[in-house]
């Protein structure tokens, strides 16, 4: 076609039943439930808020320090402090329902019936689009990654949610184990609908002077631009694996982390600790996408995916 | 903006391209840096602060929150101690340079209404956002007390900071090299027991601001105290600085830093080692 038709890119991307605007969405924790970034962007051009993990009961979350910077990353150990699914309707999804934005809602347990229970909770709420299963987080004693680095535990989980809810059922996946596609399998076929990946990369920093960890709780998990490879790589290789939707994240900061990812088989994708030093990242992305495609005549966004030549 | 127990109402958080009007160094590790920040420097209150980007590229990543120590028409100033990659970047940075940053965020500190007299406590660095409480003090005519202390002659802060604004200022320094010898807290008790005074505000070393908010409450004055965590948002979404209080955990960049020392729970590992 020729340069002067100014056509209007498809930004629009489809997570199974749910058609999402935009194909860039918030990572899980770097957001909250969107309002304190209210102030800098406009939360209704998002794909969707993926909210911070939401448990049964109030978690009081790990003790400080929580996070220590690190070449090109991160490491946090926030240990999903929450108020409880309970708080989280009266106070996140009420503020949510004035906002016209798909809403995914992380959800965290201890336990099998947990993260049950938090569905059960939420399935009488409207303003929830879909759930996203936290199998993967590092920072917690027993349950979250646990469930995430075995296969029948994955299982095991996502079956009982799928049975809990016909809404979009993600699972997001850990890093930190031996075969990340192997896991993908598993939950996909225990009815996961989506997958998003990857979680934070479990590690570590040590103060010199004072000989202490850099973190209270010792280890946490690494984000930010230093596990934009890791993560890329699993992303292609469960894409690969899988015939369901592909979250990508890791790292990602710009368009052309974005595009990568896409290439690499995501159908969308998620900006997290990026959040922190840009507060606009997302806004800058979904230009940065929609720019891409225009000048390269590509008609929809969702032609990216998987477009890798090898 | 979300749990804010700002009296006044505060101005919502912006992201500020700004300039570089000058940097000097002021003190001994000590560097203080003009910036014009129009935006910021109209809205902001005394104690908030500014989350700076010192880096980009990718070799460190996150803001550094600043307090905003002064405002002078569109420009404000920071005052700030050179400890590692950030703080070093900003040493090197000229008049002319461009940066951004996000504020005024925070809560900041509390004039109660009807005081006449106020006692200022610094340790160290603590003196930076203490500059624009001072002011604004003295401008609504309340009478001002210092107490400010420091390793030594050399690395005491600006020590013409609070002349025209303060009343009295009282200097500790561990070696005696200027005023007292000892800590700023032996003249801070000394204080408490001579004036009379409505509030304290202190800022500095945390373990030095629980000494002071123990000798107020035994003093029967209210005090507020300045707390810094480490911070990776600034905004109150990533819950990385929270603060241990009678209320539950509070977050340090959008309940904080200044909180009522009453309701604070004193926990010292939560301090980030310093040199
Ligand atoms: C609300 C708030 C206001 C602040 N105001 C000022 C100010 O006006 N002037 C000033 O000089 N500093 C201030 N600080 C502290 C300042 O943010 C840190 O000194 C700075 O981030 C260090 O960055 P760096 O890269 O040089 O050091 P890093 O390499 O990150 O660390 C060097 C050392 O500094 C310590 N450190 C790092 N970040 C912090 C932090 N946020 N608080 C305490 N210690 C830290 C580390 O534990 C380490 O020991 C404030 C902090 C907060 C939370
Ligand atoms: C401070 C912080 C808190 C996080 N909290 C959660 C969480 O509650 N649930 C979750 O599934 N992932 C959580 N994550 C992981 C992110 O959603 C994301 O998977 C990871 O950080 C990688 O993306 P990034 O490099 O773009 O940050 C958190 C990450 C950070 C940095
Ligand atoms: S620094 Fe993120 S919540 Fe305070």
């Not at chain 2, 000394?190 to 030095?208: F, H, I, K, Q």
């Not at chain 2, 009453?262 to 010292?268: H, K």
Request: net charge negative.
């Amino acid at each position: 076609m020729s340069g002067r038709v100014s056509h209007t890119v498809d930004m629009s991307v489809k997570l199974g039943e749910l058609t999402l605007r935009t194909p860039v969405l918030t990572a899980s924790g770097t957001f909250a439930s969107g309002r304190e970034f209210a102030d800098f962007i406009d939360l209704e051009r998002l794909g969707a808020v993926v909210t911070k993990g939401v448990s049964l009961e109030p978690w009081e979350g790990s003790p400080s320090p929580r996070i220590a910077e690190t070449p090109s990353g991160m490491l946090n150990s926030i240990g999903l402090q929450n108020p409880g699914v309970e708080a989280f309707c009266e106070d996140d999804l009420a503020w949510l329902s004035s906002v016209d934005v798909p809403v995914i809602v992380n959800v965290s347990g201890h336990t099998v019936l947990e993260y049950v229970s938090v569905i059960e909770r939420l399935e009488v709420e409207p303003r929830v689009d879909a759930y996203e299963i936290n199998i993967s987080c590092p920072n917690v004693d027993s349950g979250g990654m646990a469930f995430g680095t075995a296969c029948t535990p994955a299982e095991e989980v996502t079956r009982a949610c799928r049975a809990a809810t016909s809404r979009p059922l993600i699972v997001k996946l850990s890093p930190n184990v031996t075969d990340i596609a192997e896991i993908a399998r598993a939950v996909v076929a225990s009815g996961a609908d989506g997958v998003s990946l990857i979680n934070t990369l479990l590690g570590m920093a040590i103060d010199i002077r004072t000989f202490r960890p850099k973190l209270a709780r010792i280890v946490g998990g690494l984000s930010g631009p230093a596990i934009k490879p890791v993560a890329l790589r699993m992303v292609w290789q469960v894409a690969g694996a899988v015939d369901v939707p592909v979250i990508g994240m890791g790292g990602i900061t710009d368009t052309e982390d974005a595009v990568e990812f896409m290439l690499a088989g995501a159908t969308a994708i998620s900006v997290g600790t990026a959040n922190f030093v840009d507060p606009t990242t997302v806004m800058r992305v979904t230009d940065g996408l929609a720019e891409f495609c225009r000048t390269r005549s590509i008609a929809r966004v969702s032609n990216l995916t998987g477009a890798m030549r090898t | 903006m979300s749990g804010c127990a700002c009296s006044e109402h505060a101005v919502p958080p912006a992201l500020e391209r700004v300039e570089v009007v000058a940097n000097d160094r002021v003190a001994s590790g000590v560097g203080l840096v003009v910036l014009h920040a129009p935006r910021t420097a109209e809205t902001v209150r005394s104690g908030q602060f500014v989350h700076v980007r010192l880096a980009h590229g990718t070799s460190f990543i996150l803001r550094r929150p600043f307090s905003v120590h002064r405002v002078r028409g569109e420009r404000i100033e920071i005052l700030y101690q050179v400890l590692g990659t950030g703080t070093r970047t900003l040493a090197e940075r000229e008049a002319g340079d461009e940066m951004d940053l996000i504020g005024p965020l925070g809560h900041g500190w509390e004039i109660p209404p009807g005081i006449a007299h106020a006692l200022l406590v610094a340790g160290g660095l603590g003196v930076a956002p203490l500059g624009m409480l001072a002011e604004e003090l003295a401008a609504r005519g309340v009478a001002v007390t210092v107490a400010t202390g420091a390793p030594n002659k050399e690395r005491l802060l600006v020590r013409d900071l609070f002349e025209g604004v303060a009343r009295r200022v009282e200097i500790a320094t561990d070696d005696g090299s200027c005023g007292t010898r000892g800590f700023v807290t032996g003249v801070c008790e000394n204080l408490l027991a001579d004036e009379a005074l409505d509030v304290v505000y202190t800022c500095g070393p945390e373990s030095m601001q629980r000494i002071v908010a123990a000798q107020a409450a035994g003093a029967g004055v209210p005090c507020q105290v300045s707390l810094e965590r480490l911070m990776a948002c600034g905004i109150g979404a990533c819950l990385s600085c929270v603060v241990r209080t009678s209320q539950g955990l509070k977050r340090a960049c959008v309940d904080g830093p200044v909180f009522d020392a009453a309701v604070v729970l004193w926990d010292l590992t939560e301090i980030p080692a310093k040199q």
